[in-house]
């Protein structure tokens, strides 16, 4: 079969982990018989350096005309004044709003083999697998007004955290739906305490709850669940979340598996179900990490498990998602590690000779 794919190696260390998810994807087309047709696009701030803007037409127009997109990382240093008209972020949320990538899914699974390698005790991560789904499009992030204005009293600043109920019910239909495929229990976390767009939110879980009588729904405020995470992250299944909840909260669960080099991401224009290919974007959850780039030193392994999402929810593509993901269990399970999951006794490797490791144990 054959794929095509757009790659978007970003800036920082996002060409080097992207690098070796195609080098794991092309060893996948060699033992399994499939062909990925790659086509690379601008984004971010090497775009923003080439030609001003942070998502060329261009890009989205290739970006729409393939079946999924890779992206590596955006951001850096170089781009951070808030005084620039045009940052690389602004990129990112413009491919997610292009794309109709309305639904982000972040899985944390603690690899048995890394339960000494966080600043948790192994007793209290051992067992973790959750997934959480982000709302990717609106909110905070998206919503407006959203402005900065001077007067006679200051300076002012707005951003709005507007949902309609619409976009509320198509995120939790992606929670429900992953629930019921896993051990059918879903988290809906909110702070309908104090926000009105999150009573709306949980009036519309509550709703959309009766068309899944088989999984358990039970509502979390956001402080809550952040404590929760850390105290007893074994207790949740699935976690649905609005935009800037799920950021941080996402951020956080990533150190449960020890690194922001382990947690892969899906972004998907659809509700995912059995036997339907949903056009995504496929990324590491962890930033562009500038000052590790080009020395062969950055974890490729989210993006490797992220481009596993991918032949699962774009390519429909299981057996070869589940090779791959097999492959960096053998390869941790034989010590090598990189240098973020370094332990005592543990094989230090650089990002190339982890995607080759990854690579030698697929269908092997």
């Not at 990538?101 to 005790?121: D, G, H, I, Q, Y």
């Not at 973790?128 to 499009?137: I, K």
């Not at 905070?140 to 959203?146: E, G, I, M, V």
């Not at 590790?292 to 992220?306: C, D, E």
Request: aromatic content about 6%.
């Amino acid at each position: 079969m054959q794929f095509d794919l757009a790659v978007l190696p970003g800036d920082g260390v996002g060409p080097e982990v992207t690098s070796q998810a195609i080098k794991v994807l092309e060893e996948v087309g060699r033992r399994f018989g499939h062909s990925f047709n790659l086509h690379h696009g601008l984004v971010g701030g090497v775009a923003i350096d080439e030609i001003e803007s942070a998502l060329p037409d261009d890009t989205l127009k290739m970006c729409k005309r393939c079946e999924a997109v890779l992206l590596g990382a955006v951001g850096g240093p170089k781009w951070d004044d808030p005084k620039l008209a045009v940052h690389p972020e602004d990129g990112l949320l413009a491919l997610r709003k292009g794309l109709g990538l309305f639904a982000n899914l972040r899985p944390v699974k603690v690899f048995p083999e890394l339960t000494n390698s966080t600043n948790l005790k192994p007793e209290v991560i051992s067992g973790v697998d959750l997934v959480f789904v982000r709302e990717l499009t609106g909110g905070l992030y998206f919503a407006r007004p959203k402005r900065q204005w001077r007067t006679s009293r200051g300076r002012w600043a707005t951003d709005s955290m507007t949902y309609s109920e619409q976009e509320i019910e198509r995120i939790l239909r992606v929670g429900f739906e992953l629930a019921r495929s896993r051990y059918k229990r879903l988290v809906s976390v909110d702070k309908a305490n104090v926000l009105q767009a999150s009573r709306l939110w949980r009036q519309v879980a509550v709703e959309v709850a009766s068309s899944y009588p088989d999984v358990e729904l039970e509502h979390m405020l956001v402080d809550t669940c952040a404590m929760r995470l850390i105290q007893k992250p074994t207790y949740f299944d699935v976690l649905v979340t609005e935009n800037m909840f799920g950021d941080i909260l996402t951020d956080e669960a990533s150190m449960l598996a020890g690194s922001m080099g382990m947690l892969p991401s899906a972004s998907l224009a659809g509700v995912p179900k059995e036997g339907v290919n949903i056009f995504g974007m496929y990324e590491p959850i962890h930033g562009s990490a500038p000052r590790r780039a080009g020395q062969n030193l950055a974890n490729p392994i989210a993006t490797i498990l992220s481009a596993a999402m991918m032949l699962r929810y774009s390519f429909g593509l299981n057996k070869e998602a589940q090779a791959v993901e097999v492959a960096v269990d053998r390869v941790l399970k034989q010590g090598y590690r990189t240098y973020d999951i370094m332990d005592e006794g543990k094989i230090k490797v650089g990002t190339k000779q982890m995607g080759d490791l990854i690579c030698e144990k697929i269908g092997g």
